[in-house]
């Protein structure tokens, strides 16, 4: 038996690295891997904040609070035993990220700052000025650092994930694809951690990164992992378009009494006011989102009747990212505004020590579905982040590994033959356009709103687009992990709307026009597995993956 | 709108680097992010000479202006093609390159694993964070906003890949540092010494090419103290 285990970690942002100290800390071997560093990762954009109660004298908030807050706001998918440990270690979370040097905002007396987000009933999500995501990042990077320098923690940058090593229901580690030296690397641990975030090329633009593509999860969900709850996809009700993406235009707008409205025949429709009333621009994100794409024509979001010193002072952030990226002012004019797609309630299905249902691979932050069932609350992804990712370390320091690994050298071979015959072929078609395909179709049946028709309709185009991609052969204009990725996106693509199609109610962020009720004997998590081109999905009656 | 974009290219770290130029009459609002994401999937890229060429490589994660992955020159300023806007350059040519101060991975992506390794070779990181009064908590914030894209160090004159002197980006890390962690104020002020302050001219061109404005003028004061 090996007492000192060789962890893998594939993604270096905040679950990733939190993972890797953690581990470290508990003496345990951790390589990271990621293609950038992580300065580069998703994480760095989260702005809001992150959620804990912190047991202050003279508090009336509870952690009981912040449960039920989030059981709620997912609809009572969430796990109650998972969320209650989430919820519970928030304080300690946070007083760790103090004490590795992050930078919180405080108040008058010294505290970290907090302030109110939607579906909360107190104000408890911390902050650090508008960059929580980076200025955490910054203190987990030297924190990683410092374990690099006792040679706790080693960092593979230039690596994409390639695929699991799996032999009977057990993972032995990876194969990575090294795009400096474009040739595959066989990396053996005593656990693979998948901290590699949200499936954001299936959507093309959203508001996060590009580097969160799916592929690793697609990829191991065709290696024998089971994906839960994938049709959960959160859509923020407000982003600004440009060629390139869709940017998050933050809640505090309409918070200061920012108006939605779209305009019929030159008039213009506060058409959240007319149905919701007065307070109706405050509606929660899901049924903002909603309305917004069921409206006629372009909405806006009209803020320009503010005090220019409140947009000044309290709304500098969205004054500069509209006038920078879209020449708008927005103290003169309405911003125009779109739903998108902005987080992944779904992902890598994990028991409570975010173990996958093959041994010894684990998943943890954006890309594990466990907490936000639903739906997930502003503030309690980062929290999950980090808590999935200490869950995860303490978990691994308890076991004991085998020092014997099975022989996976005829994998491995066949593996670096098949890319290499992939790539000496050639092809006139671009990867890229069935990447585009993919989006297009994803955006148009896998949206905000769903039905059957539509659902089947998207699953007729991607099957499709898996047919074409099925004859492709290698795109050369473009690098080979753009070309090896896609046939897993598209095997998730399609997961996820057999999913969306096999829940036939409302829930959360999941709506369907021709099941718009929620019924209660489908309050369960769902679970999709596939074998050999065969998906099987399932309700989760039994409650298997809160063990 | 009609444009010419001159790249200049490199297949791979041993290849040679070469000019290639592209026609662009894709919208007149883009970035140059944008620019490039048009001249590579809008169609298949064809270059003036009307041949058909490879897709043009370049780093790109958040296109916001928040992870620095997109820093490249254009029309010899270095920036963020994410935040540099057709509507702000001049003339009927763009003219790309990737840093100069770094090795070229593959046209304008770059390594700068180097801003990495020389943190590391320094034993620059926090440990625990020790409070203590009268902490500039705002100094502190703009310096861990650093994105590591490594603009400071294209401008610099006195950085060069490879040597002892590490540039504004090891400053800032180097005074966060020292700001949180009182306990390590004498190691990280005698690397500082040796790696920044022995080798900076003070041009201070690292304060105006910063895409978030860290006030590295500031750094340099509170460790010089
Ligand atoms: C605009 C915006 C604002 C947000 N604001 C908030 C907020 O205020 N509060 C909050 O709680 N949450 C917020 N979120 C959500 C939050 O940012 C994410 O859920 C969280 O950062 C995810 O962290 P992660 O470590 O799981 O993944 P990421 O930070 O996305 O990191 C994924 C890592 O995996 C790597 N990777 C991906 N694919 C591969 C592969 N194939 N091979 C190797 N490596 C790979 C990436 O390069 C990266 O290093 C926000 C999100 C967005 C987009």
């Known amino acids: ?425 050639e092809s006139n078609f671009p990867v890229s356009y069935i990447r585009d395909m993919t989006a297009e179709i994803m955006q148009k049946h896998m949206g905000i709103i769903r039905d059957d028709d539509s659902l089947n309709k998207g699953l007729e185009e991607i099957d499709y687009c898996m047919k074409i991609s099925s004859h492709l052969k290698f795109d050369s204009s473009v690098n080979t992990y753009l070309n090896y990725s896609m046939e897993s996106i598209l095997i998730l693509a399609k997961a996820t709307l057999l999913a969306a199609r096999a829940r036939c109610e409302s829930r959360g962020a999941h709506w369907r026009s021709d099941f718009p009720d929620t019924d209660p004997s489908q309050q369960y998590a769902d679970i999709i597995s596939y074998d050999n081109g065969a998906y099987s999905i399932r309700l989760d009656r039994e409650h298997e993956y809160e063990s | 709108m009609n444009m010419k974009v001159k790249i200049l290219r490199k297949k791979n770290p041993g290849s040679e680097s070469y000019w290639e130029t592209f026609a662009y009459n894709g919208p007149e609002n883009n970035s140059i992010a944008g620019v490039l994401d048009y001249l590579n999937y809008h169609d298949d890229p064809v270059n003036v000479q009307g041949k058909v060429s490879d897709r043009i490589t370049w780093e790109c994660s958040c296109l916001q202006g928040e992870c620095g992955a997109c820093a490249m020159v254009i029309n010899g300023v270095p920036a963020l093609a994410c935040e540099t806007f057709l509507r702000d350059l001049k003339g009927s040519e763009i003219v790309l390159q990737p840093l100069r101060k770094f090795p070229v991975v593959c046209d304008l992506a770059v390594d700068r694993s180097s801003m990495q390794e020389n943190l590391k070779k320094t034993n620059a990181y926090i440990g625990d964070y020790i409070p203590s009064p009268g902490e500039d908590h705002t100094h502190q914030y703009n310096a861990a906003k650093c994105l590591k894209c490594g603009l400071c160090l294209e401008v610099c004159p006195n950085y060069v890949n490879g040597n002892t002197f590490y540039g504004a980006a090891f400053a800032n890390d180097c005074y966060l540092i020292y700001a949180r962690n009182k306990d390590k104020a004498g190691d990280i002020r005698k690397v500082y010494g040796e790696h920044f302050a022995a080798g900076c001219s003070k041009s201070l061109s690292c304060v105006d090419v910063c895409p978030v404005g860290i006030p590295t003028l500031a750094s340099m004061a509170k460790l010089n103290r």
């Open chain 1, 1 to 425: 038996m090996n007492e000192h285990g060789k962890i893998l970690i594939i993604g270096s942002g905040i679950a990733g690295m939190s993972c890797a100290v953690r581990c470290a800390e508990l003496g345990l071997h951790v390589q990271m891997v990621s293609p950038y560093p992580s300065e580069r990762s998703q994480s760095v954009m989260a702005s809001g904040g992150i959620n804990a109660v912190l047991g202050l004298p003279g508090e009336d908030d509870t952690i009981a609070s912040h449960i039920e807050d989030t059981l709620k706001g997912g609809s009572y998918l969430g796990g109650e035993k998972a969320v209650t440990g989430l919820c519970e270690s928030a304080s300690d979370i946070i007083a760790w990220l103090e004490k590795i040097g992050t930078v919180f905002s405080r108040d008058s007396s010294g505290t970290v700052s907090r302030r109110a987000f939607g579906g909360q009933s107190h104000k408890r999500t911390c902050y650090c000025g508008a960059a929580t995501g980076k200025q955490i990042v910054t203190a987990l990077v030297m924190e990683c650092r410092e374990m690099e320098v006792k040679g706790l923690v080693e960092r593979l940058t230039g690596r994409h994930f390639y695929s699991a090593l799996i032999e009977d229901g057990k993972c032995y580690g990876a194969l990575l694809f090294n795009q400096n030296t474009n040739t595959l690397e066989t990396v053996y641990a005593n656990a693979l951690i998948m901290a590699t975030g949200g499936q954001n090329a299936l959507f093309g633009k959203t508001t996060g990164s590009t580097l969160c593509d799916g592929y690793a999860i697609g990829q191991l969900f065709r290696q024998g992992a089971e994906l839960k709850n994938l049709e959960f996809i959160q859509f923020h009700p407000t982003t600004l378009e440009t060629s390139q993406k869709k940017m998050m235009i933050t809640e505090a707008v309409r918070g200061e009494g920012g108006r939605l409205f779209y305009e019929l025949d030159g008039k213009r429709i506060w058409f959240m006011e007319d149905k919701y009333g007065p307070n109706g621009n405050l509606m929660t994100r899901d049924i903002v989102a909603r309305e917004i794409s069921a409206a006629p024509s372009q909405v806006y979001l009209d803020i320009s009747f503010l005090d220019p010193d409140i947009i000044d002072t309290r709304l500098s952030e969205v004054r500069d990212l509209c006038a920078k990226y879209r020449n708008i002012d927005i103290k003169k004019e309405p911003i125009p505004v779109t739903p998108s797609v902005h987080f992944f309630m779904g992902g890598l299905a994990v028991h409570m020590n975010h173990e996958t249902n093959i041994r010894n691979l684990f998943a943890i932050g954006e890309c594990a579905s466990m907490y936000h069932g639903a739906n997930r609350l502003g503030g309690n992804s980062l929290l999950s982040a980090i808590h999935s990712a200490r869950i995860t370390a303490e978990a691994l320091s308890e076991c004991s590994f085998p020092d014997t690994v099975p022989d996976f050298s005829a994998y491995t071979e066949a593996q670096k033959k098949k890319l290499t015959s992939f790539t000496n072929t």
